[in-house]
Antibody
Framework: QVQLQESGPGLVKPSETLSLTCTVSGGSIRSYYWTWMRQSPGKGLDWIGYFYYTGNTNYNPSLKRRVTISVDTFKNQFSLELRSVTAADTAVYYC?????????????WGQGTMVTVSS | QSALTQPPSVSGSPGQSVTISCTGTSSDVGSYHRVSWYQQPPGTAPKLMIYEVSNRPSGVPDRFSGSKSDNTASLTISGLQAEDEGDYYCSSHTSSSTVVFGGGTKLTVL
């Protein structure tokens, strides 16, 4: 049974870089669309972007200039880097897997990790 | 990309049916058969309930059904149960090959 687990700092200073890792257990990271999403406190879900195992990526246009998603196949992990953060980036960050062959339906999610941007 | 439009809240009594709407545009919901629905109980990660408008993943009860007409998709929950309470989100593929979510709907079982 595939499981995802996010990890990374819970507190990031304004203007710095938010870095999170998602570890995939119980299955291979090869294939599938590996995706990051976030949810600001009391708000809805935002799609951040994905990394497809072929190397293709796609990002939310509003975050594109600041985001990079990458995959480490040897460690079975994928990562999120969000640069120049502000308080508006405070959110619960989720990693998720696109259901087989799909980039837009997410069948397995991590539990989420809260990241606060504050000095 | 603008968020899809959902009603902030819906409610129903046990055993009844409720429908949650999700309105987009011709750049997302209206042009693709790729609408998904997620259930999110408080403090937990979302769970996929419907994909590609009307398909249920394994393990999702057939009380949950989805449909679409033009730019509006709908999730219907029949035979409402207390465990169905939570927030529900729709999402859609877009013309930019990105994903856009709705603002969420809080379902209360009376």
């Amino acid at each position: 049974q595939v499981q995802l687990q996010e990890s990374g700092p819970g507190l990031v200073k304004p203007s710095e870089t938010l870095s999170l890792t998602c570890t995939v257990s119980g299955g291979s990271i090869r294939s599938y669309y590996w995706t990051w999403m976030r949810q600001s406190p009391g708000k809805g879900l935002d799609w951040i972007g994905y990394f497809y195992y072929t190397g293709n990526t796609n990002y939310n246009p509003s975050l594109k200039r600041r985001v990079t998603i990458s995959v480490d196949t040897f460690k079975n992990q994928f990562s999120l880097e969000l640069r120049s953060v502000t308080a508006a980036d405070t959110a619960v960050y989720y990693c998720a897997r696109g259901s087989p062959g799909r980039s837009d339906a997410f069948d397995i999610w991590g539990q989420g990790t809260m990241v606060t941007v504050s000095s | 990309q603008s968020a899809l439009t959902q009603p902030p809240s819906v409610s129903g009594s046990p055993g009844q049916s409720v429908t949650i709407s999700c309105t987009g545009t011709s750049s997302d919901v209206g042009s693709y058969h790729r609408v998904s629905w997620y259930q999110q109980p408080p403090g937990t990660a979302p769970k996929l309930m419907i994909y590609e408008v009307s398909n249920r993943p394994s393990g999702v009860p057939d009380r949950f059904s989805g449909s679409k007409s033009d730019n509006t998709a709908s999730l219907t929950i029949s035979g409402l149960q207390a465990e169905d309470e939570g927030d529900y989100y729709c999402s859609s593929h877009t013309s930019s090959s990105t994903v856009v979510f709705g603002g969420g709907t809080k379902l209360t079982v009376l």
